[in-house]
């Protein structure tokens, strides 16, 4: 059973498109972070996200977390060819022990073309 | 370089031989985390560790061994290795920061058992 669920699972865009990622769950989740993975490299953290509604912003990516902690979101407004990648989102489910176990989605593979 | 170093980074091995992926971390993160990577199936947890000589199974154990002597390394053992642990194996430390909260991941071990 897949916790987390994103979409879209491919992406090929042109440069100066906006796009949207969507992670969904039907799990409550104590925070939500989302990383991206270039080819033979590990994923890298972009952000986290811990209050229900909450929105951060890095540069042209925007992160918003559901208010009921259940789905987030990434937005990445004028997308240039460096933001080519597999996005992932991850989700720590909390609870007794706070092991910092994540589950994680199965990734959104972006392509932006110049 | 302060980090999370996995070596090798590429191995080939025969069916049936036994195999350690090693982890070192820079830091003393207490949690560490094995996962693996494989088209389909996202990032799927192995074994973690909350601290030294404390260690349990993730979601995928079987086949595999993990130790923790010291708080800095984190080695995974594959002691009779089989094709269908042909993937891409990543380690990754939790560091913690009042909000700031995620994995380091290092650059991975891509395993071929043939």
């Known amino acids: 059973t897949q916790l987390l669920e994103q979409s879209p699972q491919f992406l090929s865009i042109q440069e100066g498109e906006n796009l949207t990622v969507y992670c969904n769950s039907s799990?409550?989740?104590?925070?939500l972070q989302w990383y991206r993975q270039e080819p033979g490299e590990g994923p890298v953290l972009l952000v986290t996200?811990?209050?229900?509604?909450e929105v951060k912003k890095l540069k042209r990516l925007t992160f918003q977390f559901g208010d009921a902690r259940k789905d987030s979101s990434l937005h990445i407004t004028a997308a240039q060819p460096g933001d080519t990648g597999l996005y992932l989102c991850?989700?720590?489910?909390?609870?007794?022990?706070?092991?910092?176990?994540?589950?994680f989605g199965q990734g959104t593979t972006l392509q932006v073309k110049p | 370089d302060a980090g999370i170093t996995q070596s090798p980074r590429y191995k080939i091995t025969e069916t049936g031989r036994q195999v350690t992926l090693m982890c070192h971390q820079t830091?003393?993160?207490?949690?560490m985390f094995w996962y693996r990577q494989d088209l389909g199936h996202g990032l799927r947890l192995i074994y973690y560790?909350?601290?030294?000589?404390?260690?349990d199974k993730g979601e995928v154990p079987d086949g595999y061994v993990v130790s923790r002597s010291k708080t800095e390394n984190f080695p995974l053992t594959l002691e009779s290795a089989t094709r269908s642990q042909t993937s891409v194996y990543f380690c990754?430390?939790?560091?913690?920061?009042?909000?700031?909260?995620?994995?380091?991941f290092g650059s991975g071990t891509r395993l071929t058992v043939v």
């Open positions: 991850a989700g720590d489910r909390g609870g007794s022990g706070n092991t910092g176990k994540l589950i």
């Open positions: 799990s409550v989740f104590s925070s």
């Open positions: 996200v811990v209050t229900g509604g």
């Open positions: 830091w003393s993160h207490s949690y």
């Open positions: 560790s909350a601290a030294a000589d404390i260690t």
């Open positions: 990754a430390s939790l560091f913690r920061g009042g909000r700031d909260y995620g994995y380091t």
